[in-house]
Each structure stands twice: as structure tokens, then as C-alpha cells.
Nanobody, 117 residues
């Protein structure tokens, strides 16, 4: 069973940066290395959306709203995925989750990111 543990969120001023981490603790390494991974976010009263994807071959893609500001990466040895977020905006405020792409049915608790002055 997959399990994702997200961390690194917090309160930051507009223009600031955060780095999110996600550990896929129950995924065996060979499985982790073979799947595409992504960061999703869900703002209040909005649907969950995919904002960044990294393939098993380490190709990346981003939603237009975060392109040029967010960078996704992965570490096979740590079975972890990261999201570097720069130039944060109030509209980036959301709970951020990691999961496979397409997503599995099992979601972690997420990590809250709040961008506010």
C-alpha cells in the first residue's frame, strides 16, 4: 500500500520561497523508480489540481500557473520527491500533496502552504 508523507509547508510572505518534501516510505525502490510522481494542491473550495510532474526518466512538466517559479525533483535513494517554490503568490495558498501520476487512491495528509503578508 502506498503512503506519502509531505512536509515543509508553512507561512511565507509574497515573493518568498519554500521547499516541500515528500517521502514515499512504503513504496519499494524499484516501484518508485518506475512511476511518474507529481505534486498536487487543493485550495479551499477548489478541486485538487496537479501542478508539477516528474517522470521516471526525470522529465518535468508544470501547470501554467507555476511554470518558471516551481521546480520538481526526485531522489531515488531516499524515495523522495521535492518541490522548490520561489516567488510565491497569495494564490499559491493551498494544501500540497504528492502522489503518483496518475494518482493512486491513497493520499497523505498534505502540507499547508500559506502565502500572506
Amino acid at each position: 500500500q502506498l503512503h506519502f508523507r509531505e512536509s515543509g509547508g508553512g507561512l511565507v510572505q509574497p515573493g518568498g520561497s519554500l521547499r516541500l518534501s515528500c517521502a514515499a516510505s512504503r513504496m519499494i525502490t524499484s516501484t518508485f523508480n518506475s512511476v511518474d510522481m507529481g505534486w498536487y494542491r487543493q485550495a479551499p473550495e477548489n478541486q485538487r489540481e496537479l501542478v508539477a510532474t516528474i517522470t521516471s526518466g526525470r522529465s518535468t512538466s508544470y501547470a501554467d500557473s507555476v511554470k518558471g517559479r516551481f521546480t520538481i525533483s526526485r531522489d531515488s535513494a531516499r524515495k523522495s520527491v521535492y518541490l522548490q517554490m520561489n516567488s510565491l503568490k497569495p494564490e499559491d495558498t493551498a494544501v500540497y500533496y504528492c502522489n503518483t501520476v496518475p494518482s493512486s487512491a491513497i493520499w497523505g495528509q498534505g502540507t499547508q502552504v500559506t502565502v500572506s503578508s
